[in-house]
């Protein structure tokens, strides 16, 4: 991602892209090791994947990070925030945007309504109807769909609208979980073309993914979990030709 890019993303947004660093963090379940000292750093402008089987603590990972599962950690900052210290229902007023897994959309809600939901920390302004357009701009389906129940969309479109829903808050950072599940080849191409969009304008991106294609394919750098620990940690364009990853989770 271009410095330039980053720079264009943080002139459109109220907050400026940050890097974001979590050190040993750790979630557990009752008895139950679900994450197990897990370190990353994303960098302003970067995405990384984070890939592995079921089980293996991608969605804790997430969870963690928004402050919605238990959790341990060396240090988790954004910047110079402390986000150990921020309570879940904050975060994304630090910039850090969330797409949960299944993509949870208020079906009897229309699309606009929904979109307008994901603004809720931000001021009803000029920005944000431009921050609408945005959205439409770069998913129109959603601008010709505005007023439909959002629960009559197909699975794609649901999806679109999950990302859609996280851009309203302007995030510097979209964390994404399992945005390709359930959907079929077609349209995880098309959920591949809005992350590259997003990209384009110098989002941050933290991608969690059982596709390991979809994140090779979207992702600077990855992270390859098993059993909760980082078991592998590189370039994507590096692990995509590793014989044990393209074994297990390319199938080759």
Same mark, same amino acid.
């Given at each position: ?7 264009? /993303? ?8 940050? @890097? ?42 997430? @969870?963690?990070?928004? !402050? ?54 931000? /001021?009803?302004?000029? @920005? ?26 197909? !699975?794609? *479109?649901? *999806? ?83 014989? !044990? ?8």
């Amino acid at each position: 991602m271009t410095d330039n890019a980053a720079v264009a /993303k943080a002139a459109s947004s109220d907050v400026a892209p940050e @890097r974001l660093q979590v050190e040993g963090l750790t979630v557990r379940y009752g008895g139950v090791v679900a994450v197990d000292g897990v370190s990353f750093i994303l960098e302003p402008g970067q995405c990384l994947g984070i890939i592995g089987a079921n089980g293996a603590g991608k969605t804790s990972t997430l @969870r963690a990070l928004m !402050g919605l599962a238990p959790r341990a950690c060396a240090s988790m900052k954004l910047g110079e925030v402390d986000l150990m210290q921020v309570n879940a229902r904050d975060v994304v007023r630090h910039g850090i945007g969330y797409v949960p897994e299944g993509r949870h959309v208020f079906g009897g809600l229309t699309v606009r309504d929904n979109l307008d939901l994901g603004a809720y920390s931000r /001021k009803r302004n000029a @920005r944000r109807k431009a921050t609408f357009d945005e959205v439409y701009e770069l998913f129109p389906v959603l601008s010709d769909m505005s007023n439909r129940l959002a629960g009559t969309l197909s !699975g794609g *479109q649901q *999806q679109m609208l999950a990302i859609g829903r996280a851009m309203m808050s302007e995030p510097s950072i979209l964390v994404l979980d399992e945005p390709s599940m359930g959907l079929s080849p077609k349209l995880v191409g098309e959920v591949l073309a809005s992350l590259n969009r997003l990209r384009e304008r110098g989002l941050s991106l933290l991608l969690v993914e059982q596709n390991a294609w979809l994140t090779f394919e979207a992702t600077e750098r990855c992270l390859v979990l098993e059993n909760g620990s980082v078991a592998l940690e590189g370039p994507s364009a590096d692990l995509r030709h590793d014989a !044990g990853v393209r074994q297990l989770y390319l199938g080759l």
